[in-house]
């Protein structure tokens, strides 16, 4: 069974602080992606990581892919309040099964509620 | 480009009902998952749909089912109902093949009564 640990679960800063979260497995994970939802709503995807090693740079959020494809961070400079919610890690993995291999499932990370506060 | 839509918002039902929800997929995706939230689980996976078969399924009884039609629309039903099944279900749209990329809808907000 494939889990991810993501920690911290909480987090409450202070406007312009920086933050780093981080999602750790002992799988291997072909692509792994990175959401932030706020209550009531889908998560919305931030980006995906797919190579062993990568850095992806969204404004002032830094994602990294670690050199295994076990572990990911994301790293938020100078928060803002308009940065808070609920971010949410998950791993792709292809499952192999009797109709073929499957990409659809995503094993997510129980997700770090963070909090910027003006 | 429309993004994932899903039907109905919110949804209250009497504990050993049934319920059905829909999920129309961002327009030239072809696989659909489901996805079962909650305040204790998190986001778990219940199964995926391509071309109108099951590909992989989670760890849920056999009181949850769905199916997909030709246009790649979704269904995905829950019987007998329980107070537990309480939940934001999410549905997500995939491309296709090995694309992981994964786009959700706003999710359907259950509660079981």
């Known amino acids: 069974t494939q889990l991810l640990e993501q920690s911290p679960q909480f987090l409450s800063i202070q406007e312009g602080e920086n933050l780093t979260v981080y999602c750790n497995s002992s799988?291997?994970?072909?692509?792994l992606q990175w959401y932030r939802q706020e209550p009531g709503e889908g998560p919305v995807l931030l980006v995906t990581?797919?190579?062993?090693?990568e850095v992806k740079k969204l404004k002032r959020l830094t994602f990294q892919f670690g050199d295994a494809r076990k572990d990911s961070s994301l790293h938020i400079t100078a928060a803002q309040p308009g940065d808070t919610g609920l971010y949410l890690c998950?791993?792709?993995?292809?499952?192999?099964?009797?109709?073929?291999?499957?990409?659809?499932?995503?094993?997510f990370g129980q997700g770090t509620i963070l909090t910027v506060h003006p | 480009k429309a993004g994932v839509t899903q039907t109905p918002r919110y949804l209250i039902k009497t504990r050993g009902q049934q319920v059905t929800l829909s999920c129309s997929p961002i327009?030239?995706?072809?696989?659909v998952s489901w996805y079962q939230q909650t305040p204790g689980q998190g986001l778990q996976f219940l199964f995926e749909?391509?071309?109108?078969?099951?590909?992989n399924k989670g760890n849920f009884p056999g009181r949850f089912s769905g199916r997909q039609f030709s246009n790649s629309r979704s269904e995905m039903n829950v019987s007998t109902l329980e107070l537990g099944d309480s939940a934001l279900y999410l549905c997500?749209?995939?491309?296709?093949?090995?694309?992981?990329?994964?786009?959700f809808g706003q999710g359907t907000r259950l509660t079981v009564v």
């Open positions: 997500a749209s995939r491309l296709q093949g090995s694309n992981t990329e994964a786009f």
């Open positions: 799988s291997v994970f072909s692509s």
């Open positions: 990581v797919v190579t062993g090693g």
């Open positions: 998950a791993g792709a993995g292809g499952t192999a099964n009797a109709g073929g291999t499957s990409y659809g499932k995503l094993t």
């Open positions: 327009s030239g995706h072809r696989s």
């Open positions: 749909y391509f071309s109108e078969t099951q590909r």
